[in-house]
């Protein structure tokens, strides 16, 4: 059982930077896919980008690329999202998530159904 904390998250105004941390315990870090999602009021949960077992892989949502830019430390069980230029659009509350890379494919997953285990949630607020 894999266990997700995520952390960083706060207000702060549009063209702002934020870098977004998820500390992993339960586990071997390094056998899962990793995600981050977003869910805003009123909203479904939205993929935003993901990143594979080794780090070699990455993959963003369209409204995020050029912008975020998700990474991860397996010597330190924790995955990141830098966001820069942040819009008040990026408001939501931000979840990481994380599936196990023996589920095959050798593309990570984009579906919220795809990942198993999922943080608390860090809320970001971005104002005008």
């Known amino acids: 059982q894999v266990q997700l904390v995520e952390s960083g998250g706060g207000l702060v105004q549009a063209g702002d930077s934020l870098r977004l941390s998820c500390a992993a315990s339960g586990g071997t870090f390094s056998s899962y896919h990793m995600g981050w999602f977003r869910q805003a009021p009123g909203k479904a949960r939205e993929f935003v980008a993901a990143i594979s077992w080794s780090g070699a892989r990455s993959y963003y949502a369209d409204s995020v690329k050029g912008r975020f830019t998700i990474s991860r430390d397996n010597s330190k069980n924790t995955v990141y999202l830098r966001m820069n230029s942040l819009k008040p659009t990026d408001t939501a509350v931000y979840y990481c998530?994380?599936?196990?890379?023996?589920?095959?494919?050798?593309?990570?997953?984009?579906?919220?159904?795809?990942?198993?285990?999922w943080g608390q949630g860090t809320q970001v607020t971005v104002s005008s």
């Open positions: 998530a994380a599936y196990h890379r023996s589920r095959g494919s050798t593309v990570v997953a984009v579906a919220v159904d795809a990942y198993d285990y």
